[in-house]
């Protein structure tokens, strides 16, 4: 027996699984397009300063949960109080939650689908407006947003039920560090054109005069969203780790990493924005219309472009396979249909929600539910309502019932951090969360 090895092992499988299921299109295609909604800089310092204040402390109880219970979510409130209780309901918010994000991310990650093969086509090897023409004429289709809104949703669907997740993750292993490497070589790129220092500016000059109390809940609900919290998906992650790990280490390496990828994403599509004079509020298209024009004006584009949209695709997939897997580990617990046609019914139920969004870019661009098309509606109301909430109630189930012995087992001997760790969750995180609920609901 090794008991090093063990440990190695558990930790990776662990690194592999969290940040395959946190690093997708919330790094790539979302937060480079809200923060260019909500005017750059002081968003993205907002965002910064949730991820460390809010993020990181609910990302710990989630992983010390799932650690401590050594089981799935729903089984370890239960486990962890020791009966059936109210602090449950993260959870049950959870699968709402986690279908309705689950049916707009399949939708985008047709997008990416259809971006994928417009690269195999060579499409934006030519002009730099070919990624404009592409993406309007994505948009203003319903039928081919469709079928590959069908695919993406079909393949998460066939890897839950073939069980190959745990190869999937392996896969990872490799593709996600090539996504970080292309990324970085992007960036150098970027570095070159004349829009840099603009896009520089632009994400890290607070301009606080655009912060307005919705781009803030923006920002909270945005941090649960990248970091796959607020529903309990990490806490089946924690059980991967073993009693002794370090929780403070593992999480500070989790939100860096996808702290860094968003940021760095973000350059790189700013750069281009100010660059290539496109619109910086261009919402949801903003990826699949810049990149492609970089790619457009490099040598090697062609390749270029086909592997980065071949790898974000395999990032969104294995996010929208996590998501997957919180319905499916709740759903088989309560019914007594087999796990097979639980996930098929599941999938598809969620694909032809997913029909709404596609719908929301053509035939039913009109139809607005509190001013927002379906699309926005499932992404305001899972980001920064359902997650936000799930999170607070997360954070006060720890703060409260788990108390000091669970502070106090994280944060090892630094009564300071204790004591942070504690008070954060407890008072800080939740009152931050409620006051920026309230305030843009029902004003001060
Ligand atoms: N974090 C993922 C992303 O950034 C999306 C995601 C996966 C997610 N699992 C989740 C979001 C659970 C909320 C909850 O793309």
């Known amino acids: 027996m090794n008991p090093q090895r063990a440990q190695w092992g558990s930790r990776l499988a662990f690194i592999l699984a969290a940040a395959g299921s946190a690093i997708g299109l919330g790094n790539l295609w979302k937060f480079p397009y809200v923060t260019g909604i909500n ?21 710990l109880a989630e992983l010390y949960i799932g650690q401590q219970s050594q089981t ?53 090897s030519g002009a730099p407006e070919n990624a404009k023409t592409a993406l309007n004429s994505l948009f203003q289709d319903p039928l081919r947003q469709t079928l590959w809104h069908f695919l993406f ?19 990872n292993k490799i593709l996600m560090p090539t996504l970080l490497i292309l990324l970085l070589a992007l960036l150098v790129k970027s570095f070159f054109l004349n829009g840099f220092s603009q896009a520089i500016d632009f994400l890290f000059e607070p301009n606080f005069s655009m912060l307005t109390s919705e781009s803030i809940l923006e920002a909270v609900g945005h941090s649960f969203f990248t970091l796959s919290l607020g529903m309990g998906a990490i806490i089946t992650y924690g059980s991967y780790l073993s009693k002794k790990e370090d929780l403070v280490k593992v999480s500070f390496a989790l939100a860096l990493l996808d702290t860094l990828i968003a940021l760095v994403a973000g350059l790189v599509i700013f750069s281009i924005v100010f660059s290539f004079d496109l619109e910086p509020a ?33 990032a969104a997939l294995t996010s929208a396979v996590s998501i997957l897997e919180v319905q499916i580990s709740y759903l088989t617990d309560k019914h007594k249909i087999s796990r097979k046609k639980l996930t098929a019914i599941t999938a598809a139920i969620t694909f032809l929600t997913g029909l709404l969004s596609v719908f929301s870019t053509n035939i039913m661009s009109d139809i607005k539910i509190f001013d927002l098309t379906f699309f926005d509606l499932f992404d305001k109301l899972t980001s920064n309502y359902l997650l936000p909430i799930g999170g607070l109630i997360i954070s006060l189930f720890f703060g409260w019932v788990l108390g000091p012995k669970a502070t106090k087992h994280i944060c090892g001997k630094s009564r300071l951090a204790h004591l942070g760790l504690l008070w ?11 006051l920026v609920i309230y305030n843009l609901t029902i004003g001060f």
């Open 153 to 171: 949703m079909f393949s998460a669907c066939a890897i839950v039920i073939g069980g190959i997740k745990e190869g999937l993750e392996k896969w």
């Open 39 to 59: 005017g750059g800089g002081a968003f993205v310092l907002v965002y910064l300063i949730c991820i460390l204040f809010v993020g990181v402390p609910v990302l």
């Open 424 to 434: 954060i969750t407890r008072i800080i995180a939740p009152f931050a969360i409620l």
């Open 72 to 124: 799935n979510t729903v089984n370890a409130f239960e486990v962890m109080h020791k009966k059936r209780t109210l602090w449950q309901l993260p959870g049950w918010m959870g699968i709402i939650s986690a279908f309705l994000i689950l049916s707009f991310y399949s939708v985008v990650g047709g997008w990416i689908l259809d971006f994928t093969y417009h690269s195999v086509l060579g499409t934006f």
């Open 282 to 314: 261009s919402g949801p298209g903003l990826i699949f219309a810049t990149l492609p024009t970089l790619f457009s004006q490099m040598p090697g584009g062609y390749f270029l472009s086909l592997a980065f949209f071949i790898l974000v695709g395999f």
